[in-house]
C-alpha cells in the first residue's frame, strides 16, 4: 500500500477519498486554488498544497502543477476523483512518466472508452449488445435508414452537451448542424454518431472492478433514471426493474465490456433499457472512473470502493470472486446542488450561514461544505450527496426524505426540497422511473409561492429584534406592541420580500431563538432554521429581506420607465455586447453571463437606448445584481 496519495480534486469527492485513506493509515495530501483556500478538503486532509487561482484551467486542470505538488510532497500515487482530470489520457500517461501510480485505469482504456464510437465497436466486437447505429461518414444518411426518433451523440463528451433528439427527420440537417456546433464548442471536436432512440428508457448501470492480475467482477447495477436535462438527479441499488436472470446477464456483459479494452480499477458500464423490456438492454458507455453514485454499491455490497481503487493500483489481487459479491437491502441517494428550482434551476451561490447535514443509522452525507464556505461559480454546482440504506426499497425512500427534511444549508439556496418532493412523487415511489420523469413532472415538483407562515416567522424575528429584553420600566413607544395614545392598538406591520414585496401584520404566536423560529398560525405551528435573514424548513429555504417602498418609489421614478437587467445568477459576465448610448432592438443579446459551467444570455426586453451598463468581461456579479438599463424608445407618430 502507498504511503501517501495526492487526490486531485476538490469539494465533497475529495473529502471522501480522504476519509478512506485516514482508515488505511495512508498520508493525504489535498491540492487547493486561491478560492479553496479555506475549504473542508483543505482542512482534513494531511498535507496541503497551493496549486494556482480560481480558474479551475489554471490549478485542478493543470497537470503540470499537479504533479509539481506530487513532487514536493513526496507523494506515490495520485487520486483524480472524478470530474476535471479523473477521465483524461494524457494526464494518466503524465502520472505514469512522472513515475506516480495513477488511482484509475491504464491511459489506453481511458482514451479509448472515451471515444463513444471506438467504444461502441469494441465492446460490440466483444458481444456487447449496443444500441443501432454508430458514425457513418453520411450521417444523414444512417439516422434515416434507423428511422425517427434518434439521437445524435457527440464522439467526444458526455453530460448531454450537444445531444440532440430529433423525432422530424424533415428537420435532421438543421439537427446535425447545430450538433456539430455544440459539440465543436464544448469539446473542440464535432465528431457525431446517431442512435436508435429509446422512447421512455431506464438508465441502468453495472459497477465493475478489475485488478492487474487479470480478475474482473461486477457488485450489481444502479438505476440511474431519474434524471433532468441528462444530468443524474437520484441513483439507487439495486434496480426494482431486474429480475436476477436480467442481472446476471447484464453484469456478464459489462465484464466483457471492461476486459474488452484491459481496464483496471472501479469503473461503470452503462446500459439504455427499454422500461417495457428489460432483457433488451444496450451499451451506452463506460466511465472510466469512480462514479459519484458509488456510495449506494457500497451500501449493499458492503465494500468500500475508494479502498479497492486503492488497493488494485498498489498491485494486488481482488479479495473475492463473483460468486462471493451479495447484495443485501437498498441504498438510495440524492445530489445536493447549489441550484434554485425556482428560479428554472440556475446555479445560486453564497455562504453556508448554518449547515446541518443529516446522520443517523443507515443515512450517508459525503459533502464538501461547512459553516462559513464560500460558495462561488467556479465549479461545479453539486455540493453534497445525501445516502439512506434500508432493508428493502421503500424504508430506504423514506427514510432520504427525512434525511433531506433535515438538510439545512442556509445562505446558499439548494435543491433539497425538490429532491424530497421528487422522492414522494407516486411514479418514483412504484418504482415506475424513466428518463423523462424529472422533465414531465417537474412543474409539481418546485415551490409554488412562499407560504405565510414564512413571512410569519420573518415578521416573529424582528419583532423579537425590536422588543426591549432588560428588565424596569419599558418606554410603549420603544416596544412594537401597536400601543398608542388615547387609541385602538395599531398591529405592527413589515415591508418584506422573497420574490415580489408584501406588507405583512403577524397574528399567529411566536418563539424565538438564536438558531430556530415557531410560529403558530391558525392552530398549526411551524419551526424554522434561521440564520441571517435567512430561513429553511423541509428542505426549502428563503432569504427574507427588508423592503423599503418609499425608496423602490424613487428608484422606479428615477428610471422614468426604464427596465433594470438585472444577474440571473451569481456568476462572471464573459461578453458584453454592448455600451452606454447604443439603441438597441428587443430580444437583442447584451451580455452573457457564466456560472458552474452554464451560460445565460441578457437579452433587451424591449427597442431602446442602454443608459446604464456598469460591468465588463471578467466582472463577478451577484444574484439580481444590476448589470445594465434599458429606458425604451420614444414613441413614434
Known amino acids: ?84 482530470l479523473a477521465e483524461n489520457a494524457a494526464f494518466a500517461r503524465a502520472c505514469a512518466e512522472a513515475g506516480l501510480v495513477f488511482i484509475g485505469p491504464p491511459a489506453d482504456a481511458i482514451a479509448l472508452m472515451g471515444d463513444k464510437i471506438r467504444a461502441k465497436e469494441t465492446v460490440a466486437a466483444a458481444g456487447v449488445p449496443v444500441v443501432p447505429g454508430g458514425r457513418d461518414p453520411d450521417l444523414a444518411r444512417a439516422a434515416r ?82 434524471q433532468r436535462r441528462h444530468q443524474k438527479v437520484v441513483e439507487e441499488a439495486p434496480s426494482v426493474l431486474l429480475d436476477e436472470a436480467t442481472r446476471a446477464a447484464m453484469g456478464e456483459a459489462a465484464v466483457q465490456a471492461a ?57 494486488e489481487k481482488l479479495g473475492f470472486g463473483q460468486a462471493d459479491v451479495r447484495l443485501t437491502g437498498h441504498a438510495v441517494e440524492a445530489r445536493l446542488s447549489a441550484e434554485d428550482p425556482a428560479r428554472g434551476f440556475l446555479p445560486t451561490g453564497g455562504t453556508v450561514l448554518r449547515l446541518r447535514e443529516p446522520e443517523g443509522e443507515g443515512v450517508r452525507t459525503d459533502s464538501g461544505l461547512s459553516e462559513g464556505t464560500e460558495v462561488g461559480s467556479r465549479y461545479d454546482p453539486m455540493l453534497a450527496k445525501v445516502i439512506a440504506y434500508g432493508p428493502d426499497r421503500e424504508t430506504a425512500l423514506r427514510k432520504l426524505r427525512a434525511a433531506l427534511a433535515e438538510t439545512v444549508t442556509l445562505g446558499v439556496p439548494t435543491n433539497a426540497g425538490f429532491l424530497r418532493r421528487l422522492l414522494a412523487h407516486p411514479a418514483v415511489v412504484a418504482g415506475e422511473l424513466d428518463t423523462g420523469l424529472v422533465e414531465r413532472e417537474v412543474a409539481g415538483l418546485v415551490a409554488d409561492g412562499v407560504p405565510e407562515e414564512v413571512y410569519e416567522a420573518a415578521a416573529a424575528v424582528r419583532l423579537d429584534a425590536l422588543t426591549p429584553k432588560g428588565g424596569g420600566w419599558t418606554d410603549p413607544f420603544a416596544v412594537p406592541s401597536g400601543w398608542r395614545l388615547g387609541g385602538e392598538p395599531a398591529p405592527a406591520s413589515f415591508h418584506l420580500k422573497v420574490t415580489d414585496p408584501v406588507e405583512y401584520t403577524p397574528r399567529g404566536t411566536h418563539t424565538v431563538t438564536a438558531d430556530t423560529v415557531t410560529v403558530t398560525l391558525d392552530g398549526v405551528r411551524h419551526t424554522f432554521h434561521r440564520a441571517g435573514d435567512w430561513l429553511g424548513r423541509d428542505g426549502d429555504a428563503w432569504q427574507v429581506r427588508d423592503h423599503d417602498p418609499v425608496a423602490a418609489s424613487l428608484t422606479r421614478a428615477a428610471q422614468a420607465g426604464a427596465d433594470s437587467l438585472t444577474a440571473p445568477m451569481p456568476g462572471t459576465v464573459t461578453v458584453v455586447k454592448a455600451a452606454v448610448g447604443d439603441e438597441v432592438t428587443a430580444g437583442q443579446s447584451l451580455l452573457v453571463v457564466e456560472a458552474m459551467k452554464m451560460e445565460h444570455v441578457i437579452s433587451a ?9 456598469d460591468v465588463t468581461p471578467g466582472t463577478a456579479v451577484a444574484m439580481d445584481q444590476v448589470l445594465a438599463v434599458i429606458a425604451p424608445a420614444e414613441d413614434t407618430p
Not at 426586453?605 to 451598463?613: E, N, Q, R
Open 259 to 315: 476486459r474488452s479494452c484491459g481496464y483496471r480499477g472501479a469503473g461503470t458500464v452503462e446500459f439504455i433499457v427499454p422500461g417495457t423490456d428489460p432483457s433488451s438492454y444496450y451499451f451506452m458507455e463506460m466511465n472510466t472512473r469512480l462514479q459519484v453514485e458509488h456510495p449506494v454499491t457500497e451500501f449493499v455490497t458492503g465494500l468500500d470502493l475508494v479502498e479497492w481503487q486503492l488497493r488494485v493500483a498498489a498491485g
Open 145 to 226: 435508414a434507423l428511422g425517427a426518433p434518434v439521437l445524435l451523440k457527440p464522439s467526444a463528451g458526455g453530460g448531454g452537451k450537444g445531444m440532440r433528439l430529433v423525432r422530424d427527420l424533415a428537420v435532421l440537417d438543421e439537427e446535425i448542424a447545430a450538433a456539430r456546433r455544440e459539440a465543436r464548442a464544448s469539446f473542440g471536436d464535432d465528431t457525431l454518431l446517431v442512435e436508435r432512440w429509446v422512447d421512455r428508457p431506464r438508465h441502468i448501470e453495472i459497477q465493475v472492478l478489475a485488478d492487474a492480475h487479470g480478475h474482473v467482477v461486477h457488485l450489481g447495477e444502479r438505476e440511474c433514471s431519474l
Open 605 to 613: 426586453p424591449h427597442a431602446g437606448t442602454v443608459t446604464a451598463l
Open 1 to 84: 500500500m502507498f504511503d501517501t496519495v495526492l487526490v486531485a480534486n476538490r469539494g465533497e469527492i475529495a473529502v471522501r477519498v480522504i476519509r478512506t485513506l485516514r482508515a488505511l493509515g495512508v498520508r493525504s495530501v489535498a491540492v487547493f486554488s486561491d478560492a479553496d483556500a479555506g475549504a473542508r478538503h483543505v482542512r482534513e486532509a494531511d498535507e496541503a498544497v497551493r496549486i494556482g487561482p480560481a480558474p479551475a484551467a489554471e490549478s485542478y486542470l493543470s497537470a503540470e502543477r499537479l504533479l509539481a505538488a506530487a513532487e514536493r510532497t513526496g507523494a506515490q500515487a495520485v487520486h483524480p476523483g472524478y470530474g476535471f
